[in-house]
Every structure is written in structure tokens, then in C-alpha cells.
């Protein structure tokens, strides 16, 4: 695979990518961001929709694991009823804890997709762990300098993924 920060895939939501997807695609594992993708910052514990997506991927087999860059605390409030394996200040973009991640739900590189909603943590850990990557827009996005500017940096990425996909239809 040659490297590029393009995502394998864009939705506009975590749950478009439907168990059928996954398994049709080859996908046995998900590596999951949680602030933003699953939920705002502000939400301490998953949704409903979240857990019903949750259950239907593990209906057909398909382990889910988290790795958040965000604190223990968060995390351990977040998993506390789902109780999934999960890695917090996981260090994204860089690819360890994604790479333990698949060791603690038995999955390989081939097999294992992220979902994320950053192009420079998530697609990026992603593609440097030899993974696949689906990007989904940040639930409630941020309007903090640091974050403004990164969206500035991912918009070139964005419009390469666009393109792509539009000469894929043609
Ligand atoms: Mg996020």
C-alpha cells in the first residue's frame, strides 16, 4: 500500500459502515476513536445508537476495540457498560496502540479497519499501522485554533478523496 493520507472511505456516520459492509469488505476487527466519532467530547457514555451498532457488529463476529487519545478517565467512563478493550493516550498518529489494539482482539492488519474523524490522528495512525481507514465528520466540531487549523491542513486531503471517488463513479 503505498502511504497517502486519504481515507479507504468516507461516511457521513460510525453506523453507516453496516455489519454487512464490514464483512463485505473483508472486516473481522474495528479500531474505534471515540470523541467526536461515537460521541461529542460532552457526552460521557455511549448512546443507544452507538451500543445497537455495537451489538450488530458483534452479532456477525466482529471484534471492536477502542484507542482514544483521550485521558483513562474518559475512556474507563465511556467502556464502563460495553466493556470493550480499549487503549487511552494512545499516542495517535503513531501506530503502537493500534498494532496492541488487534493483538487484544485477535485481528491482523489485513483484516482490521479505524473509524475515525481526524484525518492527522486517525487516518494517519491508521495508515502507519497498514490499515485501512473510514473518515466520518466530527460529531460537534471545534472551533479552537489548534483544531481550525488542522482542518485547514486535511481540506487538500478531502478534495483528493473527492476526486477519486468521483472519477470511480464516471
Ligand atoms: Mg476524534
Redesign the pocket.
Known amino acids: 500500500m503505498r502511504f497517502t493520507l486519504v481515507p479507504e472511505y468516507k461516511f457521513d456516520s460510525f453506523n453507516e459502515a453496516t455489519a454487512e459492509f464490514l464483512l463485505s469488505i473483508g472486516v473481522r476487527g474495528v479500531l474505534l476513536?471515540?470523541?467526536?466519532?461515537l460521541e461529542p467530547y460532552e457526552h460521557p457514555t455511549p448512546g443507544e445508537h452507538v451500543i445497537a451498532w455495537l451489538d450488530s457488529l458483534r452479532a456477525v463476529g466482529i471484534k471492536t476495540a477502542i484507542v482514544s487519545n483521550n485521558n483513562k478517565a474518559r475512556l474507563d467512563r465511556f467502556n464502563k457498560d460495553i466493556g470493550m478493550p480499549g487503549i487511552a493516550k494512545a499516542g495517535k498518529p503513531f501506530a503502537r496502540s493500534l498494532r496492541r489494539a488487534m493483538r487484544d482482539i485477535e485481528t491482523v492488519k489485513e483484516n482490521t479497519i479505524f473509524i475515525?474523524?481526524?484525518i492527522l490522528?486517525?487516518v494517519w495512525a491508521a495508515h502507519n499501522a497498514g490499515i485501512r481507514a473510514i473518515l466520518v465528520p466530527?460529531i460537534n466540531d471545534r472551533r479552537d485554533p489548534l483544531t481550525r487549523f488542522k482542518r485547514v491542513l486535511e481540506r487538500p486531503i478531502q478534495r483528493k478523496y473527492d476526486r477519486i471517488h468521483r472519477e470511480e463513479k464516471q
Open positions: 476513536d471515540i470523541d467526536n466519532t475515525g474523524d481526524q490522528t486517525d466530527p
